[in-house]
């Protein structure tokens, strides 16, 4: 027996020492560097097997065991390790070195055997079928390796079995299922071994045989299906760290191919042939738009070829959300400045009708004053003063200029004429020169909105408390504050802003806001029980 068993060590070894050799060769990454320190371990541990069956007294086979150990005690980490790396497992570093530290004072315990009971309590040696075989005690750092051994065991399929699961290149899953195997293997005999089920185990370690197995299978995983180059995984990687959902789809509509956020937009495509997703053609079909977890993907669509024949489509998906809030933004933008321009012109043609009305005016007072001279020189006192009293009593107002800017002029006599005709006391203290250095459209769509704000406030007060006051001077910056009586107190948001729950409401705000922002300027409100004001430095 025990010739059979040195045989099969020699194949072991010679097995091993040739994938040493071809993993070193191809070493690339840190999946081949446990990959080769995992055969590395295997080797070691099985020459130093061979030389402990081979030993003939007690000091020697311990001796041996302690070779063996330099590699058995890091086979289980290395292959955990390994099966982490090609499972693209994210593993805390400190949760590494933890593991390093305990393999490596597991086996400074097993280098000190015999001065302590750390690992065997106690050792003999007795001859079973021809072969030296030990005996021993297990203490407690045996029974922590045993432990440790077992949870590589669960947690390495874990990974194993849920990363396969996601896979679709082919290739990719075959090498998977060669991997797999080979590790299950070696878990197989590992698990006879320590729970001797078989007889067999008490002469000759199976575990040994696992570890053949394994380097056979992880040979041909390295021949047959690429391990080394990892071709065909790395593009899996690479696509799935796109921020863009991909899934292709054969002839019939079939799901052959998806990344990780595919996936996770729409999850039941990981079922075997699933069918594309009903909600993707919909959104297709309308917008080319889909939306899951606050974000907006925008689909693509595009035909597969092969040598001029159609394959199959994949699909697209691109986060265009910032592209889209920017693209509403602006289009409500948009409709703040044509709704706030349309108003304007309104209130400018009015202001026109105005100098009309004015010009009409006067040009019948020049008629009234020639006749009002006529009479007078005639003598006609008492007939002049009645035509001058009835002159007097239909003439209104003149129109009155508030500042040097036209455009600003207009928006102040329009809204202090509508202040006035709802009995609102206005006073104004405004000095802007004719050309500033902002858009005074703009500045006076926000100022007729801040107006008609105040205006709208006042109507709900008593007519003997109602007033706006205007205050704006103009030196290289324009500082503008407008106060006004209201029935209470206006909310303000967490920003300091006024706010409105009704629809249609709040687009003044925006209006003003936007401006100030454009402006690089400051704005400010304040809010009290009777009053309501707002201050503005605009650059």
């Not at 390093?100 to 309590?121: D, N, R």
């Not at 006067?362 to 003598?379: I, K, N, S, V």
């Not at 902002?438 to 769509?445: A, R, S, W, Y």
Request: hydrophobic content about 45%.
């Amino acid at each position: 027996m025990q010739t059979y068993v040195v045989s099969i060590l020699y194949i072991s070894i010679i097995i091993l020492f040739l994938e040493c050799y071809t993993v070193f060769k191809n070493m690339k990454s840190k999946l081949h560097q446990y990959l080769f320190f995992c055969c590395v371990a295997m080797l070691v541990n099985n020459i130093g097997y061979l030389l402990g069956i081979q030993s003939t007294s007690l000091e020697s086979r311990v001796l041996a065991v302690k070779f063996s150990y330099a590699g058995r005690v890091w086979i289980a980490y290395t292959l955990f390790m390994f099966a982490i790396e090609l499972c693209q497992v994210n593993f805390p570093r400190i949760a590494k070195e933890v593991l390093l530290f305990m393999h490596a004072s597991i086996y400074i315990s097993v280098l000190t055997v015999g001065k302590h009971c750390l690992y065997y309590t106690w050792v003999e040696s007795v001859y079973e079928n021809g072969i030296l075989v030990l005996k021993h005690g297990c203490g407690i750092f045996y029974h922590i390796l045993m432990f440790m051994q077992m949870l590589y065991i669960i947690f390495g399929f874990y990974m194993l079995f849920s990363t396969y699961r996601i896979l679709k290149n082919p290739i990719t899953k075959k090498c998977f299922r060669t991997v797999t195997l080979a590790i299950l293997s070696l878990s197989i005999f590992y698990i006879i071994q320590i729970t001797h089920i078989l007889p067999i185990s008490q002469v000759f370690d199976l575990s040994v045989i696992g570890n053949i197995v394994l380097v056979i299978l992880l040979y041909v995983a390295i021949v047959r299906c690429n391990l080394l180059s990892l071709i065909e995984m790395a593009k899996d990687y690479i696509i799935d760290g796109l921020t863009e959902g991909i899934i292709a789809v054969d002839t019939v509509g079939k799901v052959k191919y998806y990344n990780k956020l595919a996936l996770k937009i729409f999850p039941e495509i990981i079922e075997p042939n699933a069918d594309l997703p009903s909600a993707l053609t919909e959104a297709i079909t309308s917008d080319n738009e889909y939306t899951f977890d606050n974000r907006i993907y925008v689909i693509e669509k595009n035909v597969l070829h092969n040598d001029y024949c159609v394959v199959g489509d994949i699909y697209v998906l691109s986060d265009a959300t910032d592209l889209k809030e920017k693209e509403y933004k602006l289009k409500a933008d948009a409709q703040l400045y044509q709704l706030a321009a349309k108003t304007m012109k309104e209130r400018l043609l009015l202001a026109e009708e105005f100098v009309k009305q004015d010009r009409k005016l006067r040009h019948d007072r020049r008629h009234f004053e020639a006749l009002l001279m006529t009479l007078l020189q005639d003598g006609n006192v008492d007939e002049a003063k009645k035509y001058l009293s009835e002159q007097l009593a239909e003439e209104p107002g003149t129109i009155k200029r508030y500042c040097d800017n036209t455009t600003i002029n207009v928006a102040l006599m329009f809204y202090v004429n509508a202040a006035e005709k709802n009995n609102i006391s206005v006073e104004t203290n405004i000095s802007i020169p004719a050309t500033i250095s902002m858009d005074d459209l703009h500045l006076g769509i926000v100022m007729a909105n801040l107006l008609e704000n105040a205006i709208n406030a006042c109507k709900n007060v008593p007519e003997d408390k109602r007033f706006i006051h205007i205050k704006a001077v103009y030196k290289e910056q324009l500082l503008l504050e407008i106060e006004n009586s209201c029935a209470s107190k206006v909310p303000l948001n967490e920003k300091g802003y006024p706010f409105s729950n009704e629809v249609g409401h709040g687009i003044g705000t925006q209006s003003v806001l936007s401006f100030v922002e454009e402006t690089g300027g400051f704005i400010q409100y304040e809010s009290n029980d009777n009053s309501f004001k707002v201050r503005m430095i605009l650059n």
